[in-house]
């Protein structure tokens, strides 16, 4: 039996080397039975073990962003691969890989899980899905990577279904046995296998001859995930503005309703730097023209300036399906799958001229007339649980040569970089919204939503996102009570992107809680107080984003995702393997939403010292408590010893006024606090008990210190 220090006796990963990441793998003309189960180097802390004759095209031969070398390099990593693969074979079928599980081992990932969390004892398969409503490991953005408690990743590079049986996939007993029991067995009873015993996880690779296999090294789980989101390219770093609040606009709204709808939201003082345009703005959107709509939209040039000139950044919805009516579609045509959806082109977006068609039409048309992002919708898929199976089917031929089980795979990444690749030859930052990611996605300016709409789903999303670099908003739209309205909101400012989308709300939220109880003509009654509620939270996501800005600034440097479980910082803690609704938040920030209709939630705290962040209030770690449902804030805890920035409240994140910090200090501000990069500052305790500024960047930072509270309880 394989004991916990042979499973760890390095505790490494390491990724594909920067030309593999760049060129495909080359195809021998007739694929052998071989299999290597030696792991070689490519990365200080990553191996790889080829595994028969991979297929051409997978998600790191494909990649458009190579690793970042120069980050991988400064981690610390040992200098042997820390598991050893126990089986692989390649037959009719497929691949077959065996790797171990120690006894007490659990593993997390799999991408952007929605419905379960530690995933020892189930089977997860990689399948691109909108509809994920049971737990198989559909998902918007499925990743074949997962990470363990002891410090190792796996990472499977194949754009195929790839299934991972994780410790449920046993061999036939050899010998009989006689039993006495006289209980009755249901499945319940012998479907979950004992943690405490070793397994295996079994991983099928389904119509591939081979297929390469990445170990990532630890020591810890923070450092594996490190390492796979720096072997992915780096963490992405947003613009300030993307920080901020958002709103997205009612869909049949024409220009001058959407003017009045912005003027309106700076007139009540609700802090907003995004408006989004729904499918409205197109001459046609299922499928798309990327056109404007003559008459709801009759002055595009006139309407993007007044929106500029209120402070507005404009977003704009679409997908990729482009219909026969749209500029782009001749252009396209040879550069699109042989099958349609609603209508339209499916554009190769893994064929370099297909994506440069499409992505050089929104250059020249969108990005230089002032729209700074979009939202990438409907490129994912929907096969078996709902939505009719709108999406290309897996039998698509594209003239990249990849066939639509592949491209689903990668069809959201390569979206994103036809999108990407115009901001960067602008020279321009931008922030978006994708429904479709994968592997390696860390670097790409986009952040997952759903059209699912289930608040804990949402939670347990956001908590899984951080294994996989991945980035999710658990976005508000409407509300079946004015408590969930609020609760969904909370949630939502302390988040990656924080948005409300009333595409389908005439009026925002707090005016109208849903479409049922409420319409244009009959307004919630309260709505003026809940509006007052509704901006307060609001003003609490402009006053952290210094502290967000500091958060991914170290995404980008080392890999740190600004969103975790709990279990990434505190793997040696087993109460923290079951927790899907708390997570940190930077380094120094827990949050543990709250849930319309329940009394009460049990928020675990780790060992240490933690503060409340709204008064400070001392709490023991190593423990749990009970937060009361009625609780006014968002329960949120900060470490003991930490310092905190919180920005001035301002309409838009342009404004001076967010560059007046309030300094908080939990205990005795022995946490220093710092924003890397070149316009970079660092908070420390003074000897005269207050806090000092020191500039870290080549830049002026613009900050300053307006006051000084301590935080004692």
């Known amino acids: 039996m394989m004991n916990r220090r042979d499973l760890l006796k390095g505790s490494a990963l390491a990724l594909a080397a920067t030309a593999a990441a760049a060129s495909p793998v080359k195809e021998p003309a007739s694929p052998k039975r071989q299999t290597s189960l030696t792991w070689a180097p490519v990365f200080p802390g990553i191996w790889k073990a080829t595994i028969g004759v991979p297929e051409k095209y997978t998600p790191i031969s494909g990649r458009t962003i190579p690793p970042a070398e120069g980050a991988l390099r400064r981690l610390p990593a040992p200098q042997e691969a820390s598991i050893k693969l126990l089986g692989a074979k390649v037959g009719p079928l497929g691949c077959l890989i065996t790797l171990p599980l120690a006894p007490n081992e659990n593993i997390f990932g799999f991408g952007l899980q929605l419905l379960s969390f530690a995933q020892r004892g189930k089977k997860k398969t990689i399948r691109v899905n909108a509809d994920p409503k049971v737990d198989t490991g559909d998902s918007h953005a499925p990743v074949p990577f997962y990470v363990s408690t002891i410090g190792y990743g796996i990472f499977v590079d194949s ?108 007139e009540r003082k609700i802090p907003c730097d995004v408006l989004g345009l729904e499918p409205g703005w197109q001459s046609h959107a299922y499928s798309c023209s990327f056109a404007w709509h003559a008459s709801r939209f009759s002055d595009p040039k006139g309407f993007l300036a007044e929106l500029q000139s209120l402070g507005y950044q404009v977003n704009l919805w679409e997908h990729a399906f482009t219909h026969p009516s749209s500029p782009l579609f001749e252009d396209l045509l040879p550069h699109s799958a042989d099958y349609g959806v609603w209508g339209g082109l499916v554009p190769d977006f893994v064929d370099d001229a297909g994506r440069k068609v499409f992505g050089d039409y ?105 294994f996989s670099g991945l980035l999710w908003c658990p976005e508000v739209r409407d509300a079946n009570s004015e408590l969930d309205l609020v609760r969904r909101l909370q949630t939502v400012v302390f988040s990656p992107l924080a948005m409300v989308n009333a595409w389908y709300i005439k009026n925002p939220p707090w005016k109208q809680i849903d479409q049922e109880r409420n319409n244009e003509d009959q307004l919630s009654e309260n709505w003026q107080a809940l509006e007052a509620r509704c901006r307060n939270i609001i003003e609490w996501r402009m006053r952290l984003v210094p502290y967000l800005r500091s958060a991914f600034a170290r995404y980008a440097l080392d890999g ?53 962040f709204w008064t400070g209030q001392v709490f023991n770690g190593g423990r749990s408590y009970q937060i009361p449902g009625f609780q006014e804030d968002i329960p949120v805890f900060v470490k003991a010893g930490s310092i905190l920035p919180f920005g001035g409240v301002a309409l838009t994140t342009t404004s001076n006024a967010t560059r007046d910090l309030t300094v908080a200090v939990y205990g005795d501000g022995s946490l220093t606090w710092k924003l890397d990069g070149d316009a970079g500052l660092e908070l420390r305790r003074s000897s005269s008990n207050g806090v000092d500024v020191r500039a870290v960047g080549s830049k002026p930072h613009g900050y300053r210190i307006v006051a000084v509270q301590h935080m004692e309880g």
């Not at 081979?210 to 072997?231: E, I, K, S």
């Not at 793997?571 to 930077?586: A, K, Q, T, V």
Request: aromatic share 12%.
């Open 159 to 266: 754009c195929r279904r790839v299934s991972f049986n994780c410790d449920n996939a046993r061999l036939r007993p050899t010998k009989p046995i006689s039993t006495t029991s006289n209980e009755v067995a249901t499945p319940d009873s012998v479907r979950t296998l004992p943690l405490e015993a070793s397994g295996v996880v079994t991983v099928d690779v389904p119509r591939a001859m081979g297929v390469d296999v990445y170990l990532f090294a630890g020591p810890t789980m923070m450092d594996v995930v490190r390492r796979y989101n720096l072997f992915s390219g780096g963490g992405v770093e947003p613009p300030e503005w993307g920080l901020g609040f958002w709103y997205r606009a009612y869909t049949r709204d024409n220009a001058s309703e959407i003017v009045e709808l912005a003027r309106e939201l700076r």
């Open 362 to 466: 929104h250059g020249k048309n969108l990005i230089d007339a002032g729209i700074s992002g979009f939202k990438l919708d409907e490129c994912d898929n929907s096969d078996f649980t709902g939505g009719g199976g709108w999406s290309f089917q897996d039998f698509t031929q594209f003239p990249s040569g990849l066939d639509g089980e592949q491209m689903h795979h990668v069809f959201g990444l390569r979206y994103q970089d036809a999108i990407l690749d115009q901001f960067k030859k602008r020279n321009k930052s931008t922030f978006g919204l994708v429904r479709s990611s994968g592997a390696l996605a860390s670097p790409y300016p986009f952040v997952l939503y759903s059209d699912l709409y289930d608040h804990r789903d949402f939670v347990r999303a956001l908590v899984n996102s951080g």
């Open 560 to 612: 740190t995702p600004p969103f975790r479980a709990l279990v990434l910082d505190y793997p040696n803690d087993l109460r923290l393997h079951g927790i899907d609704s708390e997570y940190m938040m930077g380094d120094r920030m827990l949050v543990a939403p709250l849930f319309a209709g329940e009394d009460a939630r049990e928020v675990v705290l780790p060992e240490g010292v933690w503060h409340d």
